[in-house]
């Protein structure tokens, strides 16, 4: 089944603590992204991929790092989490940027 | 970036209503997509719609690109319609989405 697999679903953590969300995707696209939806702000983007290696800055970056070594990965890594990043976040792809999105089922961060 | 609104912010409809959702964007973009956040909060897409019109069942979408809004329409809306339905403009390889219009459809 064609599919983006995130993991965790959820995940509570303390400040300061450094965490990864996984991404994968079986579908052979080239483009993935990260977002955060927060309360009366819709989704806004994190980080962004265009191939494997190839990584940029989306709306929101501050305090995210990515990377993309193989071609169906892209975790998010929060190398010292702070309660700001409490959110929902989601990942997803796309063949190409120009192209429908898929997304991932979300992953419900907490930060005390 | 690029600035995206919808409306109506909040709509609630009997079912068996039509209804019209609306999404203005700022700059000229590359494509439009429209998605379909369920009660679960998994984010469906719709339709990939840069310009021109679709249909899939009892949704259909329009985009007028050269006057830089979309139109969602649900026909006969059921209560597995209730959600929050985004859209979401790509340009400079980047996403931008509204804030969305929740919608409740009630028996």
């Known amino acids: 089944e064609a599919q983006v697999t995130q993991n965790p679903r959820y995940l509570i953590t303390v400040t300061g603590k450094k965490l990864t969300v996984t991404c994968s995707q079986n579908?052979?696209?080239?483009?993935m992204s990260w977002y955060r939806q927060d309360p009366g702000l819709g989704l806004r983007q994190i980080y962004y991929s265009m191939n494997v290696e190839v990584t940029d800055k989306g709306d929101v970056p501050e305090g995210y790092k990515v990377s993309r070594k193989e071609k169906r990965n892209f975790p998010l890594i929060l190398e010292s989490p702070s309660p700001n990043q409490t959110s929902l976040y989601f990942c997803a792809s796309s063949y190409i940027y120009n192209s429908p999105l898929h997304f991932g089922n979300g992953t419900r961060l907490t930060v005390t | 970036g690029i600035q995206v609104e919808q409306s109506p912010p909040d709509l609630i409809l009997q079912e068996g209503a039509n209804s019209t959702l609306r999404c203005n964007f700022s700059?000229?973009?590359?494509?439009l997509q429209w998605f379909h956040q369920n009660p679960w909060g998994q984010l469906i897409n719709l339709f990939y719609?840069?310009?021109g019109t679709k249909q899939n069942g009892r949704l259909s979408a329009t985009t007028v690109a050269t006057e830089r809004y979309s139109l969602l329409y649900i026909s006969s809306s059921q209560t597995t319609d209730s959600g929050v339905y985004f859209c979401a403009v790509e340009g400079r390889n980047q996403f931008y989405f509204g804030t969305g219009t929740s919608l409740t459809v009630i028996p």
């Open positions: 579908m052979n696209h080239e483009y």
């Open positions: 719609i840069p310009s």
């Open positions: 700059d000229s973009v590359n494509n």
